[in-house]
């Protein structure tokens, strides 16, 4: 019974920034982790981040690292994804996930709820 939004999709120019928000509603979390998957048109769906509530240990996919960074607030059970040095390939709709697992979290069947996705546009 657990909702996820996510917020801060957007359309951006290459070199720019976006910050994505993703709040989750229905209970808290104190274990687990949540992630940040991507889904570009005719594209296989691709890992770009995750963090696990307990220790804020985080994971790239090799794309994005060193560009993205992914943070959280336990407090209000928000999970954001900073994109910064956006690509015209990193165009895709962004979904947040959660899981009460706390390893394979690359991969998308380790998680138990997933948001609607929000839309991220970078034009060159």
């Known amino acids: 019974q657990v909702q996820l939004v996510e917020s801060g999709g957007g359309s951006v120019q290459a070199g720019g920034s976006l910050r994505l928000s993703c709040a989750a509603s229905?209970?808290?979390?104190?274990?687990?982790?949540m992630g940040w998957f991507r889904q570009a048109p005719g594209k296989e769906r691709e890992f770009v981040a995750a963090?696990?509530?307990?220790?804020?240990?985080?994971y790239y996919g090799g794309s994005v690292k060193g560009r993205f960074t992914i943070s959280r607030d336990n407090a209000n059970n928000t999970v954001y994804l900073q994109m910064n040095g956006l690509k015209p390939e990193d165009t895709a709709v962004y979904s947040c996930?959660?899981?009460?697992?706390?390893?394979?979290?690359?991969?998308?069947?380790?998680?138990?709820?997933w948001g609607q996705g929000t839309h991220v546009t970078v034009s060159s």
């Open positions: 229905g209970r808290s979390f104190s274990s687990g982790g």
């Open positions: 996930a959660a899981t009460r697992k706390e390893s394979l979290l690359g991969l998308s069947i380790r998680y138990d709820y």
């Open positions: 963090i696990t509530w307990s220790g804020g240990n985080t």
